[in-house]
Every structure is written in structure tokens, then in C-alpha cells.
């Protein structure tokens, strides 16, 4: 089993950063892909950005040019630095890990973007 704990959501107007990260605890030795998803109101959770063992990085096209993706192999954290946030950027942010065995996911954080 792999833990996850995320941090870093809340409130912030439109063109503002946030920093999320998430924290890894358990089997973390087998784990090959790191993640975060979103989930806004009245829709299905999507991909939003994904990073290998390997560093090759995946990202929605909604968010490219605004979000990256970084990995701490050492702290075992995957952090998502989100600039540039707009209205449509607001849901419950959730951190995905996947390793041989299956996929963990975190109990999301809520990022709003609002005025």
C-alpha cells in the first residue's frame, strides 16, 4: 500500500499561483508514475499532469504553459506549481500515484480561482 497526503490548496484570484504537493508514505519503492487529477463540480475526474521514474512529463492541454509538474525522488513528493490560474482551474485537486500492484490516490485538496 502507498499513502498519499496532499497540501497546498485554497483561494486565490485569477492570474495567482498555488503550489500543491503531495507526499508519499508505505510501499514507495515500487512506485513508477506520480500524478495529480482534478475533479470540478458536475464533471469527471480528468488528468491534469503525470511525471515517470524517468522525469518524462504528461500534461492536459488546458493547463500546459501554466502548470508544471516536479519530482523529489529523495522526499518521495510530487509537487504541481500552477501560474498564470483562471476560473475554470477550480476543483478538488487529487494526487495519483501508480506502482506494479495498482493506483493510490490522495483525499484531494480544493483549489478555487475566484474574484
Known amino acids: 500500500q502507498v499513502q498519499l497526503v496532499e497540501s497546498g490548496g485554497g483561494l486565490v484570484q485569477p492570474g495567482g499561483s498555488l503550489r500543491l504537493s503531495c507526499a508519499a508514505s508505505?510501499?514507495?519503492?515500487?512506485?513508477?508514475?506520480m500524478g495529480w487529477y482534478r475533479q470540478a463540480p458536475g464533471k469527471e475526474r480528468e488528468l491534469v499532469a503525470t511525471i515517470t521514474n524517468g522525469d518524462s512529463t504528461n500534461y492536459a492541454d488546458s493547463i500546459k504553459g501554466r502548470f508544471t509538474i516536479s519530482r523529489d525522488k529523495a522526499k518521495n513528493t510530487v509537487d504541481l506549481q500552477m501560474n498564470s490560474l483562471k476560473p475554470e482551474d477550480t476543483a478538488v485537486y487529487f494526487c495519483n500515484v501508480a506502482d506494479p500492484y495498482g493506483t493510490y490516490w490522495g483525499q484531494g485538496t480544493q483549489v478555487t480561482v475566484s474574484t
Open positions: 508505505g510501499r514507495i519503492f515500487s512506485i513508477n508514475v
